[in-house]
Every structure is written in structure tokens, then in C-alpha cells.
């Protein structure tokens, strides 16, 4: 049986790299085309994540997936058609309008989508999150949870999800929790990153809420395999993606403790209630421009003056919120899970991949 032809949207990003890479390194496609607004050498790769787009199956184009006539000459296959799509194109910072989701996600895939079919594809492997769930800190969210998105952006991602299950296209829908790996810049990254600036300070590093509000983990080389395997399941079939972990701030400041030899603590339900009533946004205020200069100053101290790396976070990810998830209905397909525990390695790594190019400052042994 001959290898796929494969059509990565959004490609270029901290996922897309990752499932390039494994694509190359697994041997699984005859032909891999990128399209991605940015530009993979302006990207902030390693040499690893590099060498796999230097790849000749590899084919890497900037594309403005906004505009109809840039999607239609970039999807062009040039003989036959796609045998599967993958969707990772949507605008993934948080805190942004509702104007730019809607543009940068939801109409971003329906222009795409109208296209896929017209041409025919296979299939369409769309990355959406398991933030569409509505939190609920008793019981994890399997795939027939109440749907309630509690981010503008998942919001939008569940659009998504509905319009692609009645665009006629043969669709699989992945929802995974929050994403970690080499590359990672929005999800363990500003954790990471934020440690490293109370090393800094010297300070008692303390979060919002409690130790127990679940942050659920899962290793983008997992998420890679997932998408792969999404492949076979049938048309409209949608699952979760998380570790056995069961991550939650607890477990997060446990290694950060260990690996910066600092201490950290929690406010607590109560003051972090109080904290709520006055403002959140002035809350994450504050905590970022107390954040950001510390930052500055430690990569400055190093000959850093440039990094994709930030100590912000958006208030939208300081409520109250339990992401927790069960991963479990996506093994009965066979699936397995190959990191299926988050470990202090996992937040080394991270660093390494920016410290290996001087984009995060090397730390005091």
C-alpha cells in the first residue's frame, strides 16, 4: 500500500513541527506539504525540528489561509488528492476579541474546509481542545461530558467541531488537554518561565486557588500519534487526549520546586474568591508586569535579546476552571499512550530546546 499525501495547515507551530517530525522519523508519508502563515526559518526551531523540514517529502509554503485564492492555489495537489488534511491553523493566543477567533478560527477552517472538498480529500483530522467542556472538579470529563467552553478560543474551536460535522467531509476530532514538549510556549513554557523569574527574585512563588485545581497534561509526541491514528476512526468520531497523570497545580510546583529550589504556595479557595471579586484582570495585571521585567533583565544577563518565550499569562487561564479529562476512550481504539506520565524531564526538555539555541537563560547548577 502506498504512503499518504498529507496537507498540514498551521504546520509551522509548536504542534505542526512536532508532527512533521514525526511523520519523518516514523517513515509514514510520501509527500508532506506545510502551509503556515510564518516562515519555518524565522521560526524558532531546533536542529532537529529543522532537519525534518529540510526533508525532500517535505514541502513548506507561507500561505494566508484568510484569503480564498491563497488556499486554493496552495491546496492544489498537483495530481492526485489529498489523502488525509490536518487542521492546525487557528489563531492559539488567548485573550484576544471575539472578532479575531471568529476570523482565525472558525472562518479560517470553513474556507479550507470548502476547498477539502472540493477537491475531494480523504480525510480531515481537526485539533480542537478539551477546554469545550464545562469544568467539573468531581468527575472527569469524558466525551459525553456537558459541553461548556470556558475560553473565547474553545468556544470557537467547538464551532469548529459542529461545522465540520455537517460540512459532508469525512472528519475526526481530537480534544486534547493542555499540550507539553519541545517547543511548548503557551502551555507548561510560562509556568516554567515564571519559576525562573521567582529563582530570580528570591521569592515564594504562590498561585490562585488551591494545589488540587486540575491542569491536565499530555505530550505532544502523544498528540502526534493520535492525530496519525485519527486516520482510521469513522466519520464524526471525537476523543479525548490526556495522560494518566492527572495533573494539577500541585504536581506542576512540585517539579518546579525541585528543579529551581524554590518554594511555592497556594492563596487558598477563600482569599483567591476575594481576590476574584476585585478583579482578575487586575490581578493578572499585576502579576505580569511584576513578571516581565525580572524576565527581561534575566535574558539580558545572558545576551538574550530575542525569545518567543513570555512570562504572560491571560487572565481567561486564572478562573477557577478544573481541566480535568479523562484520555481513556481513545485506548479502546487501540491507542496507547507513550508518555503516559508527566515527569521532571518533561519541564527540562522544554527548556533545553530554547536554551539550545539561547532563547532561555541557563540556569546556576
Request: glycine fraction near 6%; aromatic fraction near 10%.
Amino acid at each position: 500500500m502506498s504512503k499518504p499525501k498529507v496537507l498540514v495547515l498551521g504546520g509551522v507551530g509548536f504542534i505542526g513541527r512536532n508532527f512533521v517530525k514525526y511523520l519523518v522519523d516514523n517513515n509514514l508519508a510520501s509527500h508532506i506539504r506545510v502551509l503556515d502563515k510564518v516562515l519555518a526559518v524565522t521560526a524558532f526551531m531546533s536542529a532537529e525540528h529543522r532537519a525534518a523540514f529540510e526533508n525532500p517529502i517535505v514541502q513548506c509554503r507561507q500561505a494566508n489561509l484568510s484569503a480564498p485564492a491563497s488556499i486554493k492555489k496552495n491546496f492544489d495537489p498537483e495530481g492526485d488528492t489529498w489523502d488525509v488534511v490536518f487542521n492546525l491553523a487557528a489563531e492559539t493566543k488567548y485573550g484576544q476579541t471575539e472578532e479575531v477567533y471568529k476570523e482565525k478560527v472558525l472562518d479560517v477552517c470553513q474556507k479550507c474546509a470548502a476547498e477539502a472538498k472540493e477537491l475531494k480529500v480523504k480525510k480531515w483530522v481537526e485539533v480542537s481542545t478539551a477546554q469545550v467542556y464545562a469544568p467539573n472538579p468531581k468527575k472527569p470529563c469524558d466525551e459525553a461530558a456537558k459541553i461548556e467552553p470556558w475560553t473565547k478560543l474553545a468556544k470557537y474551536k467547538f464551532d469548529v467541531e459542529e461545522f465540520l460535522k455537517k460540512s459532508g467531509l469525512n472528519v475526526a476530532i481530537i480534544r486534547p488537554v493542555m499540550v507539553y514538549g519541545p517547543g511548548d510556549t503557551s502551555s507548561l513554557a510560562p509556568r516554567i518561565i515564571v519559576a525562573a523569574v521567582y529563582k530570580k527574585l528570591d521569592e515564594k512563588q504562590k498561585n490562585l486557588w488551591t494545589k488540587d485545581l486540575a491542569i491536565n497534561t499530555v505530550h505532544v509526541v502523544d498528540l502526534c500519534a493520535a492525530m496519525w491514528a485519527a486516520r482510521g476512526w469513522e466519520s464524526g468520531a471525537t476523543f479525548n487526549l490526556a495522560d494518566k497523570s492527572n495533573t494539577d497545580q500541585g504536581t506542576i510546583n512540585t517539579f518546579l520546586e525541585e528543579i529551581f529550589g524554590i518554594k511555592t504556595g497556594f492563596y487558598g479557595s477563600v482569599a483567591s474568591t476575594v481576590a476574584k471579586t476585585v478583579s482578575l484582570k487586575a490581578i493578572a495585571e499585576e502579576a505580569n508586569d511584576k513578571h516581565l521585567k525580572p524576565w527581561s533583565d534575566l535574558c539580558k544577563e545572558q545576551g538574550i535579546t530575542s525569545t518567543p518565550l513570555s512570562p504572560y499569562i491571560d487572565q481567561e487561564l486564572l478562573y477557577n476552571n478544573s481541566l480535568s479529562v479523562s484520555g481513556a476512550g481513545i485506548e479502546k481504539t487501540g491507542f496507547k499512550y507513550s508518555h503516559p506520565q508527566l515527569k521532571k524531564e518533561d519541564f527540562i526538555e522544554i527548556m533545553e530546546y530554547f536554551q539550545g539555541q539561547g532563547l532561555f537563560p541557563k540556569l546556576n547548577k
